[in-house]
């Protein structure tokens, strides 16, 4: 499972995640993991537009209890990538994982609860911070290894 923020102006439109330009990333950086698209459940903390990127707490709390928590129990995923610093403390938090800022945490492995969960930059971030851009690949080509055994 992957999940991201919220919907950009392209995925509210078209009701699916990731289908404007940080999708179109994102669908690189699979690659460079070796993985499809099809394989995952790509979804959000939060499902309408949030302003400036930024949703309150309240609206973090609205839609996690009543969405993602249950798309977590249903899904049940082995796997849970966290892209970016809203979805890595959210899960952080409900999984019990000391929190730690992105650049300390990104791209490691945590192995709680019989989940493995792996905290990473938002493509987004990459858009508009080439510097991160190189981590970000980085980081997705060293999980091609790790997953293969993982998804054996
Ligand atoms: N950014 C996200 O976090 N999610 C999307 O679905 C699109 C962009």
Avoid at 66 to 90: M, R, S, T, V
Avoid at 116 to 131: E, G, K, M, N, V
Wanted: hydrophobic share 40%.
């Amino acid at each position: 499972m992957i999940i991201g923020l919220g919907p950009g102006k392209e995925e509210d439109k078209q009701g699916r995640p990731f289908v404007g330009k940080a999708g179109k990333f994102l669908n690189d950086l699979l690659s460079y993991a070796g993985l499809k698209r099809e394989e995952i459940y790509i979804t959000n903390i939060v499902k309408c537009i949030p302003p400036n990127n930024m949703p309150t707490k309240e609206e973090i709390k609205t839609c996690t209890s009543l969405f993602l928590d249950k798309q977590i129990e249903i899904i049940n995923p082995k796997i849970i990538l966290c892209l970016g610093n809203i979805a890595k403390d959210y899960i952080f938090e409900k999984f019990g994982i000391e929190n730690k800022p992105m650049n300390k945490v990104h791209g490691k492995v945590f192995r709680v609860k019989g989940k493995i969960i792996i905290p990473l930059h938002h493509p987004a971030t990459a858009l508009y911070r080439p510097d991160k851009k190189d981590i970000l690949i980085q980081d997705w080509k060293n999980l091609k290894s790790q997953l293969m055994w993982w998804l054996k």
